[in-house]
């Protein structure tokens, strides 16, 4: 099976970057198809030929072996039996290949050496006609764009940093000029195959692009990774903080009790000098050093004392609990008491009970619902722990609803954790197996195998890839993958790689 993923584009799009972050991400060998116009290039010049003069390009080219090595996964491009790899950057061999590249004979013959690359073994390959001429039958295309706004500042940036003066309505300029050149040139211009996807990277992240990239290609492969798994966007920009504070170097880092409920990741980041606290109790009294709070957040007493003592304190609290935490002081304040749905154990609700500036109290059951007994005359604001279940929060505020009070009901529970279920659900109604990715311990991953275990019966909890082993796939079956919020990417790509290669 073909499994060759195609990506055009027009020029400073960041094919090259993204091809070769997915072919990494993949392990398959990305095809710079921009090198081997450099080496025919390099070729032309050293033989002094213009590309002008085109009989005297097409006789050279008769006698000019053009071939492609890979060392450690990263292509060498051999001209006549030499390895020119490190010439190839040269200014004058870029400009000769961004002239002699509209050659068709110089096409016709990179062509060949192109499509036996794409049949010989599963790549990446970038260009301005893979998915239209080059390989027609891959498995995934991609038409690689970004406004001219965003390429022309991202080029600016580039030469900025080179050193050099650049004018970016110039620079725009170019870049308009030149995607009307090569979208109307007549040997293989540059168009979006039709059945390409389009992806726009104008707004998107590196990461981001290539995320979309895998799925789609996965996609194609019969196994849907679910948009919404793994990382929610609080827990992600949590783990982002405190890489930062890494690559700061500041030092020494503590998380108050681990950054996510994820062994893996919370290793990696012991391995890279960050200590867990189990509890504030555990923090040295000298001052020394950052505080990374996660984001479940903790009481302002906490943040407070710990800038009293002279740490820098990172605060990572989940901007959906902070949003807690300001409804719970401003209706404390205002005289409601609180009424907390959750587990009160649970660190984000020892947090959030701490914001309150009068009584308040924390409910998880009907039971205790029912059991709640306050005057008459009470003045209540209900809100919720972010992750806790939507049906049970209605129950339980109908419970209350019964007793009269002057209620104040603020829903405060998280969408990321409705759509990832809905998702989960909707994905386990439409696939032929569904795996669930994530710790044991995560109740929330728990609970996403519980919804799909009960909508795809072929249903298996992963918690490693030797979770994995024992289950038959069959080519033609249909695979979902969801995890919870304390998952990582990798970790997903690891088992949707898996499924892959025990599929084909
Ligand atoms: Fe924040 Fe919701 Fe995640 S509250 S930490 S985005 S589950």
């Given at each position: 099976m073909n499994q060759t993923i195609a990506i055009d584009g027009p020029a400073g799009a960041g094919k090259s970057t993204i091809a070769k972050r997915v072919s990494n991400m993949l392990g398959y060998h990305y095809v710079d198809t921009g090198a081997m116009y450099r080496t025919l290039a390099l070729a032309l010049l050293r033989a002094g030929i213009?590309?002008?003069?085109e009989e005297a390009v097409k006789k050279i080219l008769v006698s000019t072996e053009v071939r492609v090595r890979y060392e450690d996964s990263v292509q060498h491009m051999i001209l006549n039996g030499e390895d020119v790899t490190h010439l190839l950057r040269k200014e004058e061999v870029g400009d000769m290949a961004s002239r002699s590249s509209a050659l068709a004979p110089v096409r016709e013959k990179l062509l060949d050496l192109q499509q036996q690359l794409a049949e010989s073994m599963p790549v990446v390959m970038d260009g301005r006609?893979?998915?239209?001429?080059?390989?027609?039958?891959?498995l995934l295309k991609i038409y690689l764009t970004a406004s001219v706004a965003v390429r022309a500042q991202r080029r600016y940036k580039e030469l900025v940093e080179k050193g050099e003066t650049p004018v970016l309505p110039n620079i725009e300029a170019d870049i308009r000029e030149r995607d009307e050149r090569d979208m109307n040139r007549p040997i293989a211009p540059l168009r979006q195959a039709e059945d390409a996807y389009l992806v726009d990277s104008s707004d998107l992240t590196i990461e981001e692009v290539c995320d979309r990239i895998i799925r789609l290609f996965y996609g194609a492969l019969g196994i849907t990774i679910a948009e919404n798994a793994g990382f929610c966007f609080g827990v992600r920009r949590a783990v982002r903080m405190l890489e930062e504070s890494i690559e700061n170097g500041e030092k020494p880092i503590r998380t108050?009790?681990?950054?996510?409920?994820n062994e893996t990741v919370v290793r990696s980041m012991e391995e890279k000098g960050v200590i867990t606290l189990k509890d504030g109790a555990s923090l040295p009294t000298d001052g020394k050093g950052t505080v990374v709070i996660r984001s479940h957040g903790v009481g302002p007493d906490v943040s407070e004392k710990l800038r009293g003592m002279g740490y820098q304190v990172v605060d990572a609290t989940c901007p959906f609990v902070q949003k807690i935490h300001e409804i719970v002081r401003r209706e404390s304040k205002a005289g409601r008491l609180i009424i907390l749905i959750g587990d009160p154990a649970h660190p984000e609700n020892i947090g959030t009970l701490a914001w309150a500036e009068g009584p308040c109290i924390s409910i998880a059951s009907a039971e205790e619902a029912k059991a709640m007994k306050l005057p008459k005359d009470a003045r209540i604001c209900v809100v919720a722990q972010t992750t806790f279940d939507r049906e049970k929060f209605k129950e339980l505020v109908e419970i209350i609803g019964e007793k009269e009070y002057d209620m104040l009901v603020l829903n405060t529970i998280c969408h990321a954790t409705d759509m990832r279920q809905t998702e989960a659900a909707a994905l386990a109604d439409s696939v032929d197996m569904m795996l669930v990715v994530g710790s044991r311990s995560s109740s929330n991953t728990q609970k996403l195998y519980d919804i799909c275990k009960g909508r795809c019966a072929c249903t298996s909890y992963i918690q490693s890839l030797d979770d994995l082993v024992t289950i038959t796939f069959r080519s033609d079956s249909r695979v979902g993958i969801t995890a919870g919020a304390s998952t990582p990417n990798n970790i997903i790509q690891e088992v949707a790689g898996y499924v892959r290669r025990a599929k084909f």
């Open positions: 213009s590309e002008k003069d006609d893979i998915g239209t001429v080059v390989v027609p039958d891959a108050l009790g681990p950054i996510i409920h």
